[in-house]
């Protein structure tokens, strides 16, 4: 495998383009007949927040499935937003889709649907909504507008951005494509839709070795995470070019990290996402995409297991399993985490931080996720 350092800080830039097309009134006008979505569905009056006895009725069941990580005396806090919320998607039609990521009261308590990033897109175009509000980060909002063109998909906070989609652009992916001229480009759905257009097709990180395998060469660009790239390179007897993207929340592990965890208890099972070190997945005793890190646990019910990824994912699952017990080193997605209950109400309120791609990067783009789902493995 050959590593291919970057020069230069272009990576920002990507982020910056997609912020700017998404608060374009402009670009969102011209996708929607010239009327942007607050034009198109109304700005609705901000409901009352206040914690009353019919708030707490109506949302006590959601608090049993939260109840476990959110102490009953804030709940309180939590009750009317989520309350608003569920009331308001309803009158908008709309859909909210979170990713495994997200907080448990965002997952548990106001989602419709929940999954990985390309579950999620996957889900978008099956659903019978109007409206899609994206609780992750932007390029899986990209994504999902990619598969739904006509459909409107609101972000809650535009800048939840992502360090390995950010670690590339558009521009970055032509110069490597000048530089190794007929070599397959497979990009990780974990990209903008700028370099999504520059690529051959898409891969998640369960089905990247298949994709890798779908090509005659024996030469294939699999970027922007070089951590997958190298995991896939493990697999595989192509030659396999990369670029140095990371995740910020993946690459903290540490192989010796989880040395530690088994040497304390060796009946723990350590579960990895192919995004950490290569070191870090050889002492796995598993490793997979979220979705495969959640069908493991519910599959096998290990005794005593501890999820190599996004804390809040562990918070999410833990009590579909409850036998289960939840080791957590904590690594949490500050991008992740920009959005909440408040962000979420505020865009169904005010139909704001609309998700536009311009039609001609848009066109590009969804033929190489499509190429994906369309791979017959």
Same mark, same amino acid.
């Given at each position: ?144 507008? @990619? ?110 990290? @989880? ?47 501890? @999820? ?58 969804? @033929? ?10």
């Amino acid at each position: 495998m050959l590593d291919l350092s970057k020069s230069g800080s272009e990576g920002r830039g990507g982020m910056a383009l997609m912020e700017n097309q998404t608060r374009n009134p402009a670009s969102a006008q011209a996708a929607h007949g010239g009327q942007t979505a607050a034009e198109r569905f109304g700005v609705v009056e901000r409901p009352d927040l206040t914690y009353t006895p019919e708030v707490a009725e109506a949302t006590a069941h959601l608090y049993e499935r939260v109840k476990d990580h959110i102490p009953a005396f804030e709940w309180p806090v939590y009750a009317p937003y989520v309350h608003a919320i569920n009331k308001l998607k309803k009158e908008r039609g709309a859909v909210i889709l979170a990713h495994n990521y997200q907080t448990p009261e965002i997952f548990h308590c106001v989602s419709d649907i929940v999954g990985d990033s390309l579950q999620l897109a996957r889900e978008a175009t099956l659903v019978d909504a109007e409206i899609i509000v994206q609780c992750g980060v932007h390029f899986m909002a990209e994504t999902s507008k @990619l598969l739904n063109p006509e459909k409107t998909i609101l972000i809650p906070d535009v800048k939840a951005g992502c360090s390995l989609s950010e670690s590339i652009t558009g521009a970055d992916v032509r110069l490597l494509k000048e530089r190794y001229p007929g070599v397959p480009v497979v990009t990780y759905v974990n990209t903008s839709a700028d370099v999504k257009a520059e690529t051959d097709v898409c891969c998640t990180s369960s089905n990247a070795v298949a994709v890798v395998e779908s090509f005659d060469s024996d030469t294939v660009l699999c970027i922007p995470d070089e951590y997958l790239a190298m995991n896939v390179a493990k697999q595989t007897s192509k030659k396999i070019l990369t670029w140095k993207g990371h995740c910020e929340v993946h690459e903290r592990f540490t192989a010796a990290e @989880l040395l530690a965890y088994k040497e304390a208890d060796p009946t723990i099972e350590i579960i990895g996402h192919p995004e950490c070190h290569p070191d870090v997945i050889a002492v796995c005793d598993y490793s997979g995409s979220t979705s495969g890190m959640i069908n493991y646990v519910k599959d096998t019910r290990p005794s005593r297991v501890l @999820l190599v990824t996004e804390c809040s994912m562990a918070s999410n699952i833990e009590s579909e399993v409850p036998d289960v017990d939840f080791v957590k080193p904590c690594n949490l997605c500050p991008h992740m985490k920009r959005i909440t209950l408040p962000k979420i109400l505020d865009s169904l309120v005010n139909m704001t931080e609309e998700v536009i791609v311009d039609p001609a990067i848009a066109d590009r783009a969804r @033929l190489a996720v499509e190429r994906m789902i369309n791979l017959k493995n």
